[in-house]
């Protein structure tokens, strides 16, 4: 029998809040998805795989949001992911976005991206709402779930659900602004240091 070294180091753990929020689309009005000039969205497809994935990954890789869920550290599990979330017979394209800056057809950077799926025939669920730090502060991320939102409502689903570091003040604020309600506190345990 082989036995495995223990770590020589000690590991502290921390635990980060997270709270878990919903939306009553039946309660709400959606106002539209505006974007900035030089900015679009651009609809699911699978050729666009990789740049939800790099996307995601170079909007979380250095937030905090990497110290709880791992696959946001590396973009080949971010990938990973996107292959995941996109295979799942409740995945929603309709809900699920890139935003882009650029003209279409030239140069262009992705910006955001945005991912949904259903749990039921009424309820769904945002998956990551990501935006490239340096395009923050642009409203981009409040256009990028308004955008989501009217998909599941085309969907017919009448609640979303999403989760969020309670830290993360603006996301918190941009939510609770949307109609987003907290329902429940949950703590992520995270090794300290990650």
């Not at 900035?36 to 609809?43: S, V």
Request: proline content about 5%.
């Amino acid at each position: 029998m082989t036995t495995l070294p223990h770590a020589s180091f000690p590991m502290s753990f921390a635990y980060i809040k997270r709270y878990q929020m919903v939306i009553d689309l039946t309660k709400v009005m959606l106002s539209d998805s505006l974007l900035p000039a030089g900015f679009y969205f651009l609809e699911w497809h699978p050729a666009f795989i990789e740049r939800h994935a790099k996307t995601k990954y170079l909007s979380f890789c250095n937030e905090i949001d990497a110290r709880i869920f791992p696959s946001f550290r590396q973009y080949d599990a971010c990938l990973r992911l996107m292959r995941s979330i996109a295979e799942k017979s409740a995945f929603l394209p309709e809900t699920t976005w890139l935003i882009v800056q650029g003209e279409p057809l030239k140069e262009v950077r992705d910006c955001a991206t945005i991912q949904g799926l259903k749990h039921n025939d009424l309820l769904g669920a945002i998956q990551n709402v990501a935006v490239l730090p340096d395009f923050r502060g642009r409203g981009l991320g409040q256009s990028l779930v308004l955008k989501s939102l009217h998909g599941f409502r085309n969907a017919g689903i009448t609640q979303v659900t999403l989760e969020v570091t309670a830290e993360n003040t603006p996301a918190v604020c941009l939510y609770e602004k949307l109609g987003f309600r907290t329902v429940k506190t949950v703590y992520k345990e995270t090794v300290a240091g990650i």
